[in-house]
């Protein structure tokens, strides 16, 4: 059985996951603004991935025990100044979700809270996937400069990414 503590920090944190998802619909759509598909197509399977982690948190509450309740999501950043700075601001943003899933591990000790632990280690791994893939956009960003034809070419890998929601055995 769930503690209320622990209930109630992992509501917030589906309440985080989910401004995660509005943060890179909201980057999707400054992506069409430009006309760049590929990088929109990639933030909204990005945005699909957060809704998932905020369905995991969800699903969790509901298993142990708890009960979820859904809190006010922040408006996130309409505009962006570059493609770069896109991927700037998504870095710093994993890099604080990363931070957020840490004190909850934090929690899930100090509770002796094995069952959340165990459920948590799997975010563990996805923040460093994020946090990787992230600063390797920025990297490349970096590279192509105002180089146009390099950020189409970019633009055009981006396309190919499609939503894969997470499987039964990394639930
Ligand atoms: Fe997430
Ligand atoms: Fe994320």
């Not at 309409?78 to 570059?82: E, I, L």
């Given at each position: 059985m769930i503690s209320g503590k622990m209930e109630q920090a992992l509501n917030e944190q589906v309440k985080y996951e989910l401004y995660s998802s509005y943060l890179y619909m909201s980057m999707a759509m400054y992506f069409h603004g430009l006309s760049l598909k590929g990088f929109a197509n990639w933030m909204e399977v990005q945005a699909k991935e957060e809704q998932a982690h905020a369905e995991k948190f969800m699903h969790y509450i509901n298993d142990a025990g708890g009960r979820v309740v859904l809190q006010a999501i922040d408006q996130p950043p309409?505009?962006?100044?570059?493609p770069q700075q896109v991927f700037e601001e998504t870095l710093k943003h994993e890099r604080f979700v990363t931070g957020r899933i840490n004190g909850l591990i934090a929690l899930a000790r100090e509770e002796n809270d094995n069952a959340a632990y165990a459920m948590l280690q799997w975010f563990i791994t996805e923040q460093v996937e994020e946090e990787a893939t992230a600063d390797e956009f920025v990297n490349q960003l970096k590279i192509i400069g105002d180089n146009g034809h390099g950020l189409l070419m970019l633009d055009r890998e981006m396309i190919s990414r499609v939503f894969v929601p997470p499987t039964a055995a990394a639930n």
């Open positions: 309409a505009d962006f100044k570059s």
